[in-house]
């Protein structure tokens, strides 16, 4: 799902939770399974308008990690002690992917990380890699009180990297994320697996196998 082709890119972003890391609906499985609830309770919950305006005010920083865990857990049925990290327990980093992020930008592609944040304390999800080191610019939700899908995010990552949004490539694992991003002109491509979304981005910044 690549478009808006006519420019060169010079520029990767790269979405957190289930790009830089692995799929995350395998994670959501892996965590149903452990917490005894029955398939799809999380999304089911995600869904509901009080997770929405859960995720929504985490995202933002206008609640913290802990009043998330508390507020999730009621929709869940289950223990709020350490949900987040109960819940992220799975989404295992994605090398693959890591690794010709740190290809591309050793090739001159300026490289940044464009999260919707989940907090950081008392779980930091964003520690098992060494973001600030491997990329020019990381960008949470958070430090700015905007969140994907709104453009002005990806306008805002586009700037710090000193480059126009069609000079940009942006993978994502939710549609309107790239959609948002693909109106102001970014490439687009959904990252859904390691290996493939691998595969493409060397295909697209021309970048040798290693």
Known sequence: MLGQMGSISRGLILDYFGVLTSNMVEAIGYFEERENLPEGAFVRAW???AGQALFAALELGKITQREWNVGFARLLGVPAEGLMARYLADAYPAHQVFKVAKQARAAGVRTAVLSNSLGRDPYDPYAVLD???SFDEVILSTDHGIRKPDPRIFQITADKLGLRPCECVLVDDTEANLV????????????LDEDVMAGELRVVFDLPAV
């Open 47 to 49: 869904a509901d308008p």
């Open 131 to 133: 973001l600030r080191g």
């Open 180 to 191: 948002a991003a693909a109106g102001l002109g970014m490439k687009v491509l959904l990252g």
